[in-house]
């Protein structure tokens, strides 16, 4: 069971590609609609509308406190008892888009705060709507002040795509699972599995690292 194959990879590279090309396909899906319903959220959590307020608290406070796997079995096992049936690869992709979008919408909220409220005024004052003032005076402020933090979650974002194993999400890590099943080399299997996350993750922190400096340095001058 300790045994270290190298030639693992190579035998199941079809089945290590295929779980590969489904984690990267349900990451960039879950990170393009965590942002987005994110970025909705944060506006309702501060938006001059009592019930908008009390939708986006509820949201943030209920799913950010929940674990993701029950997020994922909520619609994996859960809808199906309403008539709706997903599979684990949808399941999947929507429980990491709802999670996540709890804690960007914090990071947002937060950036959104530490712009200077006197923008806001002057945007207004102009005759720009409450929506026209935060799509192009406000929010790219606020992602520019919260980038680190936003970036760091969609970094936990891939990770966490591991959950769809859970529900048979056909992703990396379930296929890990598989081939885990047929050759009993576990430690070769999933020292494998993390190099795999690592080709995803490490150019994703270091694009972080280079948006926020170059942002840095497009303030400055």
Same mark, same amino acid.
């Given at each position: 069971?300790?045994?270290?194959?190298?030639?693992?990879?190579?035998?199941?590279?079809?089945?290590?590609?295929?779980?590969?090309?489904?984690?990267?396909?349900?990451s960039?899906?879950?990170?393009?609609?965590?942002?987005?319903?994110?970025?909705?959220?944060?506006?309702?959590?501060?938006?001059?509308?009592?019930? &908008?307020?009390?939708? %986006?608290?509820?949201?943030?406070?209920? /799913?950010? !406190?929940?674990?993701? #796997?029950? $997020? *994922?079995?909520?619609?994996?096992?859960?809808?199906?008892?309403?008539?709706?049936?997903?599979?684990?690869?949808?399941?999947?992709?929507?429980?990491?888009?709802?999670?996540?979008?709890?804690?960007?919408?914090?990071?947002?909220?937060?950036?959104?705060?530490?712009?200077?409220?006197?923008?806001?005024?002057?945007?207004?004052?102009?005759?720009?709507?409450?929506?026209?003032?935060?799509?192009?005076?406000?929010?790219?402020?606020?992602?520019?002040?919260? &980038?680190?933090?936003? %970036?760091?979650?969609?970094?936990?974002? /891939?990770? !966490?795509?591991?959950? #769809?194993? $859970? *529900?048979?999400?056909?992703?990396?890590?379930?296929?890990?699972?598989?081939?885990?099943?047929?050759?009993?080399?576990?430690?070769?299997?999933?020292?494998?599995?993390?190099?795999?996350?690592l080709?995803?993750?490490v150019?994703?922190?270091?694009?972080?690292?280079?948006?926020?400096?170059?942002?840095?340095?497009?303030?400055?001058?």
């Amino acid at each position: 069971m300790g045994k270290f194959d190298i030639t693992l990879v190579f035998d199941h590279w079809d089945r290590y590609i295929e779980g590969f090309m489904n984690t990267i396909q349900v990451s960039i899906m879950a990170l393009i609609g965590s942002f987005v319903l994110g970025a909705i959220i944060a506006i309702f959590r501060i938006a001059p509308i009592k019930l &908008l307020n009390w939708v %986006g608290t509820v949201y943030v406070e209920v /799913v950010r !406190n929940i674990p993701l #796997l029950i $997020v *994922v079995f909520f619609f994996y096992l859960g809808l199906p008892s309403l008539g709706i049936t997903l599979d684990g690869f949808v399941s999947g992709t929507l429980g990491l888009t709802v999670y996540t979008a709890s804690f960007i919408a914090e990071a947002i909220r937060a950036g959104i705060q530490a712009v200077p409220s006197g923008q806001s005024e002057a945007a207004r004052s102009t005759g720009l709507s409450y929506l026209q003032t935060m799509n192009h005076i406000i929010l790219p402020q606020a992602i520019k002040i919260v &980038l680190p933090a936003i %970036g760091n979650q969609f970094i936990n974002l /891939v990770k !966490n795509s591991s959950i #769809l194993a $859970v *529900v048979a999400g056909m992703d990396l890590m379930y296929y890990a699972d598989l081939i885990n099943s047929d050759t009993f080399l576990p430690l070769t299997v999933y020292t494998f599995v993390a190099l795999f996350y690592l080709v995803l993750t490490v150019p994703l922190s270091f694009a972080v690292l280079y948006l926020e400096r170059r942002f840095n340095i497009a303030d400055n001058q």
